[in-house]
């Protein structure tokens, strides 16, 4: 059974930086896409970043392109989203998951999100 758990700390001032953990068990992240989602309050889930297993390459969505950086480390088959420069717009529930089928992103999205974490919240103020 294929479980992603989302950890990490809830809420930053803006200007401010944390690290989400997602960590895995029933599967090995290497072998698929994965990604970052997150929900806002009143809005759609929309993709965040994504980081493909089969090469390695990270995509992010322009909102966040050079202020967040997606990772995995292997070993411990967790991955991590590292969120520098927060803004009050980056609050939302943040979500890993995993590719059902595909290696490969679809841009800052997964071609078929077959797995999904319970999310984490992320609260940016002051």
């Known amino acids: 059974q294929v479980q992603l758990q989302e950890s990490g700390p809830g809420l930053e001032q803006p200007g401010g930086s944390l690290t989400l953990s997602c960590a895995a068990s029933g599967t090995t992240l290497r072998y698929y896409a994965i990604a970052w989602y997150r929900q806002a309050p009143g809005k759609e889930r929309e993709g965040v970043s994504c980081?493909?297993?089969?090469?390695?390459?990270?995509h992010y969505a322009d909102s966040v392109k050079g202020r967040f950086t997606i990772s995995r480390d292997d070993a411990k088959n967790t991955l991590y989203l590292q969120m520098n420069s927060l803004k009050p717009e980056d609050t939302a529930v943040y979500f890993c998951?995993?590719?059902?089928?595909?290696?490969?992103?679809?841009?800052?999205?997964?071609?078929?999100?077959?797995?999904w974490g319970q999310g984490t919240q992320v609260t940016v103020s002051s």
């Open positions: 980081l493909s297993g089969s090469d390695g390459s990270t």
């Open positions: 998951s995993s590719d059902s089928i595909y290696y490969y992103c679809s841009g800052y999205n997964l071609h078929r999100p077959g797995y």
